[in-house]
Nanobody
Framework: QVQLVESGGGLVHPGGSLRLSCAASGIIFSLNTMAWYRQAPGKSREFVAF???????TYADSVKGRFTISRDNAKNTVYLQMNSLKPEDTAVYYC????????WGKGTLVTVSS
C-alpha cells in the first residue's frame, strides 16, 4: 500500500522560505517520477513541480525560479525548497507519483501572511 506523508509546512512571512518533505513508502521510489501539487482555499489542486528518475525537473510557471524540487532515493523522500514566498503560495501542499498517482496523503499547510 502506497503511503505519502508530507511535512514541513507552517506560517511564514512574505519573502520567507520553507522546505517541505514527503516520505514515500509502498513504492519503488527510485523508479518513480515524483511531483508536488498544491490546493489553495476554494481552488482545485494544481501542479507545482516534478522530478524524474534522472533528477531532471519541471516547474509550473508560477513557481519557476523560486521553488526547487529534489529527491533522496536513499531516504525515499522528495523535497520542495520554497523561497521568496508570496501570499498566493498559501495552500495545502501534496506530493504524489507524477505518473499513475496513488491515493493522496493529508498534505501540509503553507500559509504566507504578514
Amino acid at each position: 500500500q502506497v503511503q505519502l506523508v508530507e511535512s514541513g509546512g507552517g506560517l511564514v512571512h512574505p519573502g520567507g522560505s520553507l522546505r517541505l518533505s514527503c516520505a514515500a513508502s509502498g513504492i519503488i521510489f527510485s523508479l518513480n517520477t515524483m511531483a508536488w501539487y498544491r490546493q489553495a482555499p476554494g481552488k482545485s489542486r494544481e501542479f507545482v513541480a516534478f522530478i524524474n528518475i534522472a533528477s531532471s525537473t519541471t516547474y509550473a510557471d508560477s513557481v519557476k525560479g523560486r521553488f526547487t524540487i529534489s529527491r533522496d532515493n536513499a531516504k525515499n523522500t522528495v523535497y520542495l525548497q520554497m523561497n521568496s514566498l508570496k501570499p498566493e503560495d498559501t495552500a495545502v501542499y501534496y506530493c504524489n507519483k507524477f505518473y499513475n498517482p496513488a491515493g493522496w496523503g493529508k498534505g501540509t499547510l503553507v500559509t504566507v501572511s504578514s
